[in-house]
């Protein structure tokens, strides 16, 4: 019986001990806690504050972009971004800054592009020092470079582009994937950088289509 006296005599004596420390650091694991709430609180502030500054939400209307994205789809726009050929971007149109669309980038910036009357040719493969195809009055009987893209503006856009031989520096010429329900660089000329909120990266709603934006 003596050994096991001893035993739970030792067991008392480690109780008491710890006891007597815990009198000693009676906040520590109260203070532990606290470290832990505050580390907590500024990895989410700080996590916060970059979604802000990198990250904007946007919310796809209409059916521009059918069937790429669909009217309601939810997408993450990384800002600041540069744009790369076939990306899909968000800008503001100009004289309207309460809009938001989202297209898809054709043209980019060096690319060639001649006019016929109201027909826009864009070819990214030629090389500008390349001679552009003869100027006559319809190139529509005319055999194009390869990569030619043929696109048929609006008139106003047409004289904006006039005399143009590439796409400016910091300038797009963006098309909805759905080209007949679809406003864009056909009725609103190049995009500007400066009107390019970022370009789309990932889409968060609905569930069953989540995922990276090609």
Same mark, same amino acid.
């Given at each position: 019986?003596?050994?096991?006296?001893?035993?739970?005599?030792?067991?008392?004596?480690?109780?008491?001990?710890?006891?007597?420390?815990?009198?000693?650091?009676?906040?520590?694991?109260?203070?532990?806690?606290?470290?832990?709430?505050?580390?907590?609180?500024?990895?989410? %502030?700080? %996590?916060?504050?970059?979604?802000?500054?990198?990250?904007?939400?946007?919310?796809?209307?209409?059916?521009? +972009?059918?069937?790429?994205?669909?009217?309601?789809?939810?997408?993450?726009?990384?800002?600041?971004?540069?744009?790369?050929?076939?990306?899909?971007?968000?800008?503001?149109?100009?004289?309207?800054?309460?809009?938001?669309?989202?297209?898809?980038?054709?043209? +980019?910036?060096?690319?060639?592009?001649?006019?016929?009357?109201?027909?826009?040719?864009?070819?990214?493969? +030629?090389?500008?020092?390349?001679?552009?195809?003869?100027?006559?009055?319809?190139?529509?009987?005319?055999?194009?470079?390869?990569?030619?893209?043929?696109?048929?503006?609006?008139?106003?856009?047409?004289?904006?582009?006039?005399?143009?031989?590439?796409?400016?520096?910091?300038?797009?010429?963006?098309?909805?994937?759905?080209?007949?329900?679809?406003?864009?660089?056909?009725? +609103?000329?190049?995009?500007?950088?400066?009107?390019?909120?970022?370009?789309?990266?990932?889409?968060?709603?609905?569930?069953?289509? %989540?995922?990276?934006?090609?």
């Amino acid at each position: 019986m003596v050994p096991i006296k001893n035993k739970n005599q030792k067991k008392i004596n480690k109780r008491i001990a710890n006891e007597k420390v815990d009198e000693r650091n009676p906040n520590r694991k109260r203070t532990a806690l606290k470290y832990f709430k505050n580390a907590c609180f500024l990895l989410v %502030l700080f %996590l916060g504050i970059l979604f802000l500054i990198k990250i904007k939400p946007h919310q796809v209307s209409g059916e521009s +972009m059918m069937p790429t994205l669909e009217n309601g789809d939810r997408l993450f726009i990384l800002k600041n971004e540069d744009p790369q050929r076939y990306s899909l971007i968000t800008f503001e149109p100009k004289g309207n800054k309460d809009e938001s669309y989202i297209k898809r980038v054709i043209g +980019m910036p060096g690319d060639r592009i001649w006019l016929d009357q109201n027909t826009v040719y864009l070819n990214s493969q +030629m090389a500008e020092t390349n001679p552009t195809p003869p100027n006559e009055e319809n190139l529509s009987g005319v055999e194009l470079p390869d990569g030619t893209l043929k696109v048929r503006v609006d008139w106003e856009i047409a004289a904006e582009l006039e005399g143009l031989s590439t796409i400016p520096a910091d300038h797009y010429f963006v098309l909805g994937d759905n080209r007949r329900h679809s406003t864009d660089s056909r009725e +609103m000329g190049l995009i500007d950088q400066d009107q390019i909120e970022g370009v789309v990266k990932f889409r968060y709603f609905p569930f069953n289509r %989540l995922g990276t934006i090609d």
